[in-house]
């Protein structure tokens, strides 16, 4: 099992910064990827960023150019640094972990989500 702990989110203004913090624990060594998704009411859950094992990175359009995801092996922390917001980045976020256990199927992990609301 995995356990998942985000932090981080809160109310910030167009154009600011935020940093999301996701804390693991458990059987993380088991772990192929780490991702956050958001979500807002209504929606699909969409991909926002992903890391790979080896450190290669993915993000979504949307975000491409203004958030970084990267993680702290040492301190089993994965983050999400949020810049140049807009009031349409406002979701929940998950933080995700996702276990290959086949060729064509995994195990997904999932915190509880932050809230964060870009808005003046």
């Known amino acids: 099992q995995v356990q998942l702990v985000e932090s981080g989110g809160g109310l910030v203004q167009p154009g600011g910064s935020l940093r999301l913090s996701c804390a693991a624990s458990?059987?993380?060594?088991?772990?192929?990827?780490w991702n956050w998704y958001r979500q807002v009411p209504g929606k699909e859950r969409e991909l926002v960023a992903r890391?790979?094992?080896?450190?290669?990175?993915h993000y979504a359009d949307s975000v491409r150019g203004r958030f970084t995801i990267s993680r702290d092996n040492a301190k089993n922390t994965v983050f999400l640094q949020m810049n140049t917001l807009k009031p349409e980045d406002t979701a929940v976020y998950y933080c995700?972990?996702?276990?290959?256990?086949?060729?064509?199927?995994?195990?997904?992990?999932w915190g509880k989500g932050t809230l964060v609301t870009v808005s003046s």
């Open positions: 995700n972990g996702r276990r290959l256990t086949s060729q064509s199927a995994y195990m997904d992990y």
């Open positions: 458990g059987s993380i060594f088991s772990i192929n990827t």
């Open positions: 890391i790979f094992s080896g450190g290669r990175t």
